[in-house]
């Protein structure tokens, strides 16, 4: 009986410890930062006050870099993402940029360029 009992209890912890994949939920992308290409970059307003959504969008599931130049060119922000293949909605936060226009590039890990855009920090 004790046999029994100890088979039935491995069956049970053995059942219970299999991986179930389960569905992630699908981002939906708005109007706005939806892009037709296969890969760039979109933010969601040219006009920035502390912070903007902007979507990412690869081919493949990479790190990126994304960097915010200022006016003369110069880096004023850089950090990196982990992408997935297909749209990625990321917030970029610019709260401490002081007021003018910016451009934001995005590069892969071998520093190439997958799309840049503008933006006003008002």
């Known amino acids: 009986m004790k046999k029994l009992s ?6 049970i912890v053995l059942a219970s410890c299999r991986k179930m ?4 939920p699908q981002q939906t992308i ?3 930062l939806k892009i037709a290409s296969l890969s760039g970059i979109k933010l969601q ?11 990412v969008k690869s081919e493949t599931s990479q790190t990126v ?11 004023v922000s850089k950090s ?3 992408v997935k293949s297909g749209d990625n909605v ?15 590039g995005l590069y892969d890990a071998n520093g190439n360029l997958l799309g840049i855009t503008d933006f006003n920090k008002i």
């Open 6 to 11: 100890l088979l039935i209890f491995g069956l």
């Open 21 to 24: 994949d389960v569905p992630m």
């Open 90 to 104: 990321l917030k970029v936060y610019t709260s401490a940029l002081p007021s003018s226009g910016y451009r934001i």
């Open 80 to 82: 990196t993402s982990d």
């Open 45 to 55: 307003t040219p006009f920035v006050t502390n912070e903007v959504l902007m979507n």
């Open 30 to 32: 708005s109007e706005d």
């Open 65 to 75: 870099t994304i960097r915010i130049f200022d006016i003369a060119n110069r880096v």
